[in-house]
């Protein structure tokens, strides 16, 4: 998969740190998640609104240890969207360094198809109201709006790029 991006907090204005320097004497954590720009049959991208943090994301989340990427992708659209989803394409690699949380986040990019007429709402992932927008929407949405987290900027800018991408 292309590397599309490395995220670091001195590109948020969160640190004066540039990308030679790490945070020394902590244990970083590596975590491997999964990322999905998830269209419904009018072509619209799934976007989930989370309320605390107030930030803007792709359905998604961390790999369990028995899963393949693709595995981890269809069964959190299916936990976040309540839909089967057909993936079609790969889109990227963001990488992101969370100095603060002393967290290295490596985010698999996918495209998907729901391959039922809509999404069960009632199964939306805790804490967040989903919205279908089309491509462009979604991209001008998240430009305009700005976090209330450190973990939601880290979010924002993952998953801006991967909508940005996809756009090209």
């Not at 989803?85 to 790969?90: A, F, G, K, M, Q």
Request: net charge negative; proline share 2%; hydrophobic share 35%.
């Amino acid at each position: 998969m292309e590397l599309l991006r490395e995220i670091y907090e001195r590109d948020l204005g969160l640190s004066g740190r540039d990308a030679t320097s790490r945070r020394h004497g902590g244990n970083f954590w590596m975590r491997r998640a999964v990322r999905g720009i998830i269209f419904n049959t009018r072509y619209e991208v799934a976007l989930l609104h989370k309320k605390d943090g107030n930030y803007y994301k792709l359905p998604g989340g961390g790999i369990e240890a028995s899963e393949t990427m693709k595995m981890a992708m269809q069964r959190e659209a299916k936990e976040g969207l309540g839909a089967e989803v057909e993936l079609t394409d790969d889109i990227g690699l963001v990488i992101e360094y969370r100095d603060e949380r002393e967290l290295l986040q490596f985010s698999y990019g996918y495209v998907g198809q729901i391959r039922t007429n809509e999404s069960d709402p009632s199964v939306e992932e805790a804490g967040a109201s989903l919205s279908w927008r089309s491509l462009k929407d979604a991209i001008q949405l998240m430009e305009k709006h700005e976090p209330a987290t450190y973990e939601g900027r880290f979010i924002h800018e993952r998953d801006l790029c991967f909508l940005k991408q996809l756009h090209r």
